[in-house]
């Protein structure tokens, strides 16, 4: 069974630009969590989707992130225009939304805004 | 809200010995789970170990352990026979099992480094 995957797993971006991260979950998950730990914090939740829709998007930072589950698959997080606080790690996780609830992870984006 | 607290911003241990990685959290829900993730160098997290909070046994998978302690809401987790490839990020995170909402909450973290 695949894992979580990721993409792209580096993005270099100039302030201003727009990026847009993928997250493929396993097959099956219809929960779907995207998170982001900044260079020395914590991991912070940003949102969660069940299959197509959004559950809780109460961790997303501001409107530059859009966060999209089209058919209930894979999403997109897109950040437009990026700053310089935006760079970290973005991870992506699924679950089956039983419990335990356990999040299986993916590898993260790691996205530098210069 | 849900708070996790891991007190240890790294440590050393060696290999083929035993380690405890400390973990506290606050919560005001009853009924939640705990878990450990493991982050090596490559980035990747990946699911250790969890536990329920109505769990009365403590939580074990292989190696790793997970010291339950409700009334003094702690969570450690032991990594016993430390191998070199233990070496890594430990993060303790917490669940509130809710009807909705199920995100985790991380501690900051502890590094471990296994010395040969």
């Known amino acids: 069974e695949a894992g979580v995957t990721q993409f792209p797993s580096h993005s270099v971006i100039e302030k201003g630009q727009t990026v847009t991260l993928r997250c493929d979950p396993i097959?099956?998950?219809?929960?779907l969590y995207w998170y982001r730990r900044v260079m020395g914090k914590e991991i912070k939740f940003l949102l969660h989707?069940?299959?197509?829709?959004?559950?809780?998007e109460s961790g997303m930072p501001n409107n530059r992130f859009l966060a999209e589950r089209t058919g209930g698959t894979y999403s997109t997080l897109k950040v437009q225009p990026a700053e310089l606080e935006d760079s970290g790690v973005y991870f992506c996780a699924s679950s089956t939304g039983q419990v335990p609830y356990e999040q299986y992870f993916g590898p993260g984006t790691r996205l530098t805004v210069t | 809200a849900q708070k996790i607290t891991q007190t240890q911003p790294g440590m050393f241990v060696q290999e083929k010995e035993a380690v405890t990685l400390d973990c506290t959290y606050d919560?005001?829900?009853?009924?939640?789970?705990l878990f450990w993730y493991k982050q090596p160098s490559s980035g990747e997290m990946i699911f250790l170990i969890y536990?329920?909070?109505?769990?009365?046994q403590n939580a074990t998978e292989g190696r790793y352990s997970l010291n339950f302690q409700k009334a003094r809401k702690s969570a450690n987790l032991v990594i016993s026979a430390s191998q070199l490839g233990d070496s890594a990020m430990y993060f303790c995170?917490?669940?509130?099992?809710?009807?909705?909402?199920?995100?985790?909450?991380f501690g900051g973290g502890t590094r471990v480094l296994v010395k040969p």
């Open positions: 989707f069940v299959k197509e829709s959004k559950q809780d």
């Open positions: 995170a917490i669940l509130p099992f809710k009807a909705a909402g199920n995100k985790l909450t």
């Open positions: 097959s099956g998950h219809d929960n």
């Open positions: 536990q329920g909070s109505y769990d009365e």
């Open positions: 919560t005001s829900d009853q009924s939640y789970g």
